[in-house]
C-alpha cells in the first residue's frame, strides 16, 4: 500500500496543481516516506516543488518537547533555510503571517485516531485560517492505527478546547483526510480541501488499521507503540487524574494506572466483579514502575498494564474508554476518599476539571464518583453518542 505522501511523490499528476505554488509542509518526526525518507527531505528534493515553510504541531517538527504544554519556538531550518513555524507556541491557530507564507498547505501528521489527540484540533485550525482565502489545504493521508471502531461520548456545546475540536466522541474511527472533510462540511468552510488519499489501505485488514509492512514511528514522544495508540482513547484521561500514566517510564499511556498507594490486584478483582465484559480485547497484566519524571517520581508504583496485542487483542472487543472508566470506578469504590481527580491548568483551559476538560463534559466523572452508578449507566451515557456518531461520520469516509 501507499500513504499520501509516497503517492504525491511518485505521480507527476498529482503534483501538477503544485507547480508554480509555495508550498507549506506541517510534519512530526513521523512524518516519513515508505523509505523512512522524512517527508520534508523528500519534498525538497521532489521535482516542480518549492517549499517555502515548514510547520510544526504540539511537540514540535522534530518531536523533541516531551511533556504536554512545553512550547516549540519558531526556527530557520539549517539546511533548506526556510521558516519553521511553530503550531505550539505563542500561538495554536496559525497566524496571518504564517498563512502569509505558502499557497498551499500539505498537511502530513500521522494520528492515533482520538479526539484529544491535538493534531486533529490542528488540522481544524489550518482550515479555518484558510477558509475565506485563496490558500489550499491538502491532506497527504495515513492510517488511523485504532482502526473504525467507535467509543465515547460526544463533546458538549461550551466545552471545546485544544484537546476537543468539535462534536465527535473521543474514539472517530476516521483518517485525518476523512476528518477534514467532515470539518469543512459541519464548520461550513469556504476552503480549497484536497485529499491524496492512500491506496491499498484496509482498515478491517491484517492490522487492523496499521499496515503489518510499516513500522511504527513515534508521532509524539510518549506514542511509543502501537499498543499504546490503540489503549490511547481510554488511557489519556489518565493525564487528568492523579494516577500515573507511566510517563517518566518506557511504556507511557499503556497502562491503566500506576500508584504508590493502590493495590493494582485488589483493583483488577474489582473491575472483574463489576463489569467484567469491558476488559475483553486485550489482556491485562499486574507490573511495578518508578518514574524517573512526571507523576509519583522517584516512588515505586503498583500498576496494570494493557497488552492490546498479539494473540491477547480482539479489536472489535476492545474497548478502551470502556476499560478506562472501569479502572476509574474500580479505584473510586475501593478507595471512596481517594483524591482521584487532578485539579491543575490543562492544555489552557483553567476554569474546568482537566478530566471533563478530556471528556468534553463532566459525564464520565460524574459516573465515576456516583456511589450507586452501574455499568448500564455509562452504556446509557455512550452508546445513542456513537451509534448517531458512526451515522455522521458514513458520508466522509474514503477507505
Known amino acids: 500500500m501507499k500513504f499520501g505522501i509516497d503517492r504525491l511523490l511518485a505521480d507527476p499528476a498529482l503534483r501538477a496543481p503544485l507547480?508554480?505554488?509555495?508550498?507549506?509542509?506541517?510534519?512530526?518526526?513521523?512524518?516519513?516516506?515508505?523509505?523512512?525518507?522524512?517527508?520534508?527531505d523528500a519534498l525538497a528534493a521532489c521535482p516542480g516543488i518549492t517549499l517555502s515553510a515548514a510547520f510544526g504541531p504540539q511537540h514540535g517538527l522534530r518531536g523533541d518537547k516531551q511533556d504536554n504544554m512545553v512550547e516549540t519556538e519558531?526556527?530557520?531550518?539549517?539546511?533548506?533555510?526556510?521558516?519553521?513555524?511553530?503550531?505550539?507556541?505563542?500561538?495554536?491557530?496559525?497566524?496571518?503571517?504564517?498563512?502569509?507564507?505558502?499557497?498551499?498547505?500539505?498537511?502530513?501528521?500521522?494520528?492515533?485516531?482520538?479526539?484529544?489527540?491535538?493534531?486533529?484540533?490542528?488540522?481544524?485550525?489550518?482550515?479555518?485560517?484558510?477558509?475565506?482565502?485563496?490558500?489550499?489545504?491538502?491532506?497527504?493521508?495515513?492510517?488511523?492505527?485504532?482502526?473504525?471502531?467507535?467509543?465515547?461520548?460526544?463533546?458538549?456545546?461550551?466545552w471545546e478546547s485544544f484537546v476537543g475540536a468539535g462534536p465527535m466522541p473521543m474514539r472517530h474511527g476516521m483518517t485525518l483526510g476523512e476528518m477534514g472533510r467532515w470539518f469543512v462540511d459541519h464548520f461550513k468552510l469556504d476552503v480549497d480541501y484536497r485529499v491524496v488519499a492512500m491506496e491499498g489501505w484496509e482498515p478491517e485488514g491484517p492490522g487492523f488499521g496499521w499496515p503489518q509492512d510499516r513500522i511504527w514511528i513515534n508521532p509524539s514522544p510518549n506514542a511509543a507503540s502501537l499498543n499504546m495508540a490503540r489503549a490511547y482513547a481510554g488511557t489519556v484521561m489518565i493525564e487528568g487524574a492523579?494516577?500515573?500514566?507511566?510517563?517518566?517510564?518506557t511504556r507511557p499511556l499503556e497502562v491503566l494506572f500506576g500508584a504508590p498507594d493502590v493495590d493494582a490486584k485488589a483493583v483488577l478483582a474489582e473491575m472483574q466483579a463489576f463489569a467484567p465484559e469491558w476488559l475483553a480485547g486485550c489482556a491485562i497484566r499486574e507490573c511495578w514502575f518508578e518514574p524517573?519524571?512526571?507523576?509519583?517520581?522517584?516512588?515505586?508504583?503498583?500498576?496494570?498494564?494493557?497488552?492490546?496485542?498479539?494473540?491477547?487483542?480482539?479489536?472489535?472487543?476492545?474497548?478502551?474508554?470502556?476499560?478506562?472508566?472501569?479502572?476509574?470506578?474500580?479505584?473510586?469504590?475501593?478507595?471512596?476518599?481517594?483524591?482521584?481527580?487532578?485539579?491543575?491548568?490543562?492544555?489552557?483551559?483553567?476554569?474546568?476539571?482537566?478530566?471533563?476538560?478530556?471528556?468534553?463534559?463532566?459525564?464520565?466523572?460524574?459516573?465515576?464518583?456516583?456511589?450507586?452508578?452501574?455499568?448500564?449507566?455509562?452504556?446509557?451515557?455512550?452508546?445513542?453518542?456513537?451509534?448517531?456518531?458512526?451515522?455522521?461520520?458514513?458520508?466522509?469516509?474514503?477507505y
Open 242 to 249: 492523579t494516577l500515573s500514566e507511566g510517563r517518566g517510564t
Open 74 to 158: 519558531d526556527f530557520i531550518d539549517p539546511l533548506l533555510g526556510i521558516p519553521v513555524f511553530s503550531l505550539y507556541g505563542e500561538v495554536r491557530r496559525p497566524t496571518a503571517r504564517m498563512m502569509d507564507s505558502a499557497d498551499v498547505f500539505l498537511f502530513d501528521l500521522q494520528d492515533l485516531g482520538c479526539r484529544i489527540y491535538t493534531f486533529v484540533t490542528t488540522l481544524l485550525y489550518l482550515l479555518e485560517a484558510a477558509s475565506g482565502t485563496d490558500k489550499a489545504v491538502w491532506v497527504l493521508d495515513r492510517p488511523n492505527p485504532a482502526g473504525r471502531p467507535v467509543e465515547g461520548t460526544t463533546l458538549l456545546p461550551g
Open 292 to 398: 524517573t519524571f512526571h507523576k509519583h517520581v522517584g516512588k515505586l508504583c503498583n500498576a496494570l498494564m494493557i497488552h492490546a496485542e498479539g494473540v491477547f487483542y480482539d479489536h472489535h472487543a476492545f474497548r478502551p474508554w470502556r476499560l478506562q472508566a472501569l479502572a476509574f470506578k474500580a479505584v473510586r469504590r475501593l478507595y471512596p476518599d481517594y483524591p482521584l481527580w487532578r485539579d491543575f491548568p490543562y492544555e489552557y483551559v483553567t476554569d474546568k476539571l482537566a478530566i471533563d476538560v478530556i471528556n468534553g463534559g463532566p459525564g464520565l466523572r460524574d459516573w465515576v464518583d456516583d456511589p450507586v452508578s452501574t455499568p448500564a449507566d455509562l452504556e446509557a451515557l455512550a452508546g445513542p453518542d456513537e451509534a448517531a456518531w458512526i451515522e455522521t461520520r458514513a458520508p466522509f469516509l474514503l
Open 19 to 40: 507547480e508554480g505554488k509555495r508550498v507549506a509542509l506541517v510534519a512530526h518526526p513521523a512524518s516519513v516516506t515508505g523509505g523512512l525518507t522524512h517527508s520534508l
